[in-house]
């Protein structure tokens, strides 16, 4: 298997515009999450989904940041609009959730600059 | 959620052998003990996992004690490699396993 694939790796854009970031689960696993990382603020969980629903979202910063899930195996994580303290990078994982524990398995993440 | 308290940072030798405990005193009964490593520019890597006493893998070693308040990661023999963050989470498999990062433990290998 890949592993969980994002995109883009890199994303620059200027303040204001819209940005969605990508992600691809891996097959079989059905919760997805999404984070943001910053130095200031270490890893902070955005939302999570499980089988394609959202159950938390309660991460998500403002109402600027948006994110999807229409099918198992894909999501995106849309900012309208951006602004510079945006600036981060957005790591999205899935995880297979049984009885017994489960793991979070992690993207490459996508490092996004809003100038 | 359990809140989770580990040391910010530890250094260490290569070879040696590196603990780290995390203490979760408000540890619920179904949560799970979940340790991850970052590499930098890297998503974390899940590493090892355990509910209670021993676990070991390739990788790792965790330690439960019988009240599962704290639990400790021990890293066979270090290298340089290790050098990394080291989370420690604790959470369960209610609703989707909610997954939440704390500031993790920094581990710096000395040659």
């Known amino acids: 298997d890949a592993g969980v694939i994002q995109s883009p790796r890199h994303e620059v854009t200027e303040m204001g515009q819209e940005v969605t970031l990508r992600c691809k689960p891996i097959?079989?696993?059905?919760?997805l999450f999404w984070y943001r990382q910053t130095m200031m603020r270490g890893l902070e969980l955005l939302i999570y989904f499980n089988n394609n629903v959202p159950i938390d979202d309660s991460g998500m910063p403002e109402d600027r940041f948006s994110a999807k899930m229409p099918n198992a195996s894909f999501s995106t994580l849309k900012i309208q609009p951006s602004e510079p303290r945006d600036s981060a990078v957005y790591f999205c994982?899935?995880?297979?959730?049984?009885?017994?524990?489960?793991?979070?398995?992690f993207g490459q993440g996508t490092r996004l600059t809003v100038v | 959620l359990a809140k989770t308290t580990q040391p910010i940072s530890m250094d260490s030798y290569e070879g040696q052998e590196v603990n780290i405990t995390c203490s979760h005193n408000?540890?619920?009964?179904?949560?799970?003990i979940t340790w991850y490593q970052q590499f930098p520019s890297q998503g974390p890597r899940f590493i090892i996992q355990?509910?209670?006493t021993k676990v070991t893998n390739e990788v790792a070693s965790l330690f439960i004690p019988a009240d599962r308040k704290s639990s400790t990661l021990s890293l066979p023999r270090v290298s340089l490699s290790d050098t990394a963050v080291y989370y420690c989470?604790?959470?369960?498999?209610?609703?989707?396993?909610?997954?939440?990062f704390g500031a993790g433990t920094r581990l710096f290998v000395k040659a």
């Open positions: 097959s079989g696993h059905n919760s």
């Open positions: 989470l604790v959470g369960d498999n209610t609703g989707g396993f909610k997954t939440i």
């Open positions: 408000n540890i619920a009964t179904n949560d799970y």
């Open positions: 994982a899935s995880s297979l959730v049984r009885t017994g524990g489960s793991a979070a398995f």
């Open positions: 355990g509910y209670k």
